[in-house]
């Protein structure tokens, strides 16, 4: 039986000549991917050819966006002054030993598209959690602190969000967005695309990669092997 890297080199001659492939873009989950692609195209390709352009899902992305990537450690500085400016209370050194995770969720958030002011105001206003209600009169300090946490983080992400914009520089989940609320406008040029072995995917991820398959401008395969 055949490996998925052979199935879709067969796919890819039916489709094209050997002396065109290097006018594809194959993109790949991974580093990894890329490598191994890359070497099954030398391997089973006897002829003399040009390489397509192999790239990640990640890279592709963010090629295509008007926002800069931000170093994660300007990032995590941003952030830190960002909050400290909304609750002059909180301890910089802290906050900052936080802000790797608390940049994962704001990163989630956005490449999965969701509506940031409308998340925490419904986790602020949850209505019972271990068998307390938030509706209660007489509130507990922790369970105060709880709900101001929340609100607090969607200030934070939202006053955030606006700065890196205007600096137009971006964490990747930012970028993803953007890039996917501008799909049609970004790839309008794009064709001859192989999206390969592709899975779990954000919601910014699933939406250019449906315009483009929908548009005939790429084709995806998965690896079922």
């Known amino acids: 039986m055949k490996t998925f890297s052979a199935r879709l080199i067969d796919e890819i001659l039916l489709a094209h000549e050997v002396s065109q492939i290097h006018k594809l873009k194959i993109i790949v989950p991974s580093q990894r991917a890329k490598w191994q692609i890359s070497k099954s195209l030398s391997t089973l390709i006897q002829k003399p050819f040009i390489f397509p352009h192999i790239d990640t899902i990640h890279n592709y992305i963010l090629s295509h966006s008007k926002l800069d990537l931000i170093e994660n450690y300007e990032a995590q500085l941003i952030l830190c002054k960002t909050a400290t400016a909304i609750d002059q209370s909180i301890s910089q050194d802290i906050f900052y030993s936080q802000c790797p995770s608390i940049l994962k969720e704001f990163n989630n958030i956005e490449s999965y598209m969701i509506n940031h002011e409308k998340l925490f105001y419904e986790l602020s206003n949850i209505t019972a959690i271990e068998n307390w209600s938030l509706n209660d009169e007489n509130l507990s300090k922790?369970?105060?602190?709880?709900?101001?946490?929340?609100?607090k983080l969607g200030d934070l992400f939202g006053l955030f969000k606006s700065q890196l914009i205007k600096s137009k520089k971006g964490i990747s989940?930012?970028?993803y967005r953007e890039v996917a609320e501008n799909h049609i406008e970004y790839f309008k040029n794009e064709s001859n695309i192989y999206f390969i072995g592709l899975?779990?995917?954000s919601k910014s991820e699933e939406t250019i990669i449906?315009?483009?398959?929908?548009?005939?401008k790429a084709k995806?395969?998965?690896d079922v092997d």
Not at 142 to 151: G, L, M, V
Request: aromatic content about 16%; overall charge positive; glycine content about 4%.
């Open 220 to 222: 995806i395969f998965v």
């Open 199 to 201: 899975n779990a995917l």
């Open 210 to 216: 449906s315009y483009l398959s929908k548009e005939k």
């Open 173 to 175: 989940g930012m970028l």
């Open 142 to 151: 922790n369970q105060q602190n709880y709900i101001s946490q929340y609100k």
